[in-house]
Every structure is written in structure tokens, then in C-alpha cells.
T-cell receptor
Framework: AQSVTQLGSHVSVSEGALVLLRCNYS??????LFWYVQYPNQGLQLLLK??????LVKGINGFEAEFKKSETSFHLTKPSAHMSDAAEYFC??????????????FGTGTQLKVEL | DGGITQSPKYLFRKEGQNVTLSCEQN?????MYWYRQDPGQGLRLIYY???????QKGDIAEGYSVSREKKESFPLTVTSAQKNPTAFYLC??????????FGPGTRLTVL
């Protein structure tokens, strides 16, 4: 069975500071990994994804994440936080389904607060 | 513009009522999914469908039902058997094993 652990349900940073949101996963097969962002009362928007190839993945809004197989981690970073980054962030691991599609297992989310 | 629409945005249910949440996509995706979101628990999979006229239970299917009569549509019915239905419901779709795209959600409240 797959699982995702996001360390820290709430993270607070100052505007302009480094953002680091942690994600560790377990998977019995090579994983597909995703980071999504959710603003209040909205759906989830894909930030970035890792499938195969380059382990450093760049996404939208200046975010990036590095897949580290030896550490089973996929931490999300952004060099300089902006007020508009305040939202909830979800890490997810994918398991392919026979016949097409995939099942995502989500972490419990990290609420990012950005302070002046 | 292609995307996923969910309606209504807010829904109120009385005890003992069944209610149906709509999900439509024009992305030509084969697979569709329903999730339930509760504070502090992330998203949990209710049902998913890989092709028309076929669907599978997810992790928390009890008290819910779905249909997939058209590729574009995947409605979710919350039945009276679901004892704690107040939550935010999200619909998603995908092509094969690629990323899932999400709709804007429906917030269901039991009165």
C-alpha cells in the first residue's frame, strides 16, 4: 500500500524567505509524485509532477521539488515566498490502475502562511 | 476552454434525503474520480471510473453511489445511508496514469 507523510500541518514563513514543505512517501513500485495547491473553497491545482527522468522538477509560480529515491522524499521548495503563496499544499503519490487511470494517495496537507 | 465543472457550489441536505452532485468534463478524459475532503484529513477516494458504464469503489464508498452513462459525466449521489456527509466534494479526471485535473468542488452541509 502507498502512503504519503507531510511533516508539519502548518508552516509559517516571512515574505521573501525560503519555502520548504516536506513530503515523504512509501511505494512498492517506482512512484509518480505530485504537488497540488488549494486556495480556500477551490479545487486543487497541479503545481508540478515527477514521473521519470530528471529528479529536479520545476513547476508553476517558481516552485520546484526534488525526487530523492534514497530518502523516499519529494520536498517542495521556493526560494522567495510571496503573499499570494498562502494556501494549502498537498503531496500525492500515484499508483497505476489496470485498464487505465491512476489512484492518488494524498498527504494530509500543509497550510502555508506568509507573513509580512 | 476545457475543464471540469461541478454543480452546485453549495448544497444543503436534510436528514434522510438523497442528493446528487454533478460533475462534467470536456477534456475527453477516460478516467474520472470523486474525492471527499475533510479538514486535516486530506482527500479520500470515494469512487472512480475508467470507462463508460464501469466504475469501482474507492476507500470510502459506503453511503455513496455513482453512474457513468456518458464519458463527460460522472454524478455522485450521497444517500441517506451516509451518516456524516458534511464535507467538501471534489471531482477529478485524468488520461491514463497522468496527473488528475480537479473541478472547483461542491460543499455539502447537512441541516
Amino acid at each position: 500500500a502507498q502512503s504519503v507523510t507531510q511533516l508539519g500541518s502548518h508552516v509559517s514563513v516571512s515574505e521573501g524567505a525560503l519555502v520548504l514543505l516536506r513530503c515523504n512517501y512509501s511505494s512498492s513500485v517506482p512512484p509518480y509524485l505530485f504537488w497540488y495547491v488549494q486556495y480556500p473553497n477551490q479545487g486543487l491545482q497541479l503545481l508540478l509532477k515527477y514521473t521519470t527522468g530528471a529528479t529536479l522538477v520545476k513547476g508553476i509560480n517558481g516552485f520546484e521539488a526534488e525526487f530523492k529515491k534514497s530518502e523516499t522524499s519529494f520536498h517542495l521548495t521556493k526560494p522567495s515566498a510571496h503573499m499570494s503563496d498562502a494556501a494549502e499544499y498537498f503531496c500525492a503519490v500515484s499508483q497505476g490502475i489496470t485498464g487505465g487511470g491512476n489512484k492518488l494517495t494524498f498527504g494530509t496537507g500543509t497550510q502555508l502562511k506568509v507573513e509580512l | 476552454d476545457g475543464g471540469i465543472t461541478q454543480s452546485p457550489k453549495y448544497l444543503f441536505r436534510k436528514e434522510g434525503q438523497n442528493v446528487t452532485l454533478s460533475c462534467e468534463q470536456n477534456l475527453n478524459h477516460d478516467a474520472m474520480y470523486w474525492y471527499r475532503q475533510d479538514p486535516g484529513q486530506g482527500l479520500r477516494l470515494i469512487y472512480y471510473s475508467q470507462i463508460v458504464n464501469d466504475f469501482q469503489k474507492g476507500d470510502i464508498a459506503e453511503g455513496y453511489s455513482v453512474s457513468r452513462e456518458k464519458k463527460e459525466s460522472f454524478p455522485l449521489t450521497v444517500t441517506s445511508a451516509q451518516k456524516n456527509p458534511t464535507a467538501f466534494y471534489l471531482c477529478a479526471s485524468s488520461i491514463k496514469v497522468r496527473e488528475q485535473f480537479f473541478g472547483p468542488g461542491t460543499r455539502l452541509t447537512v441541516l
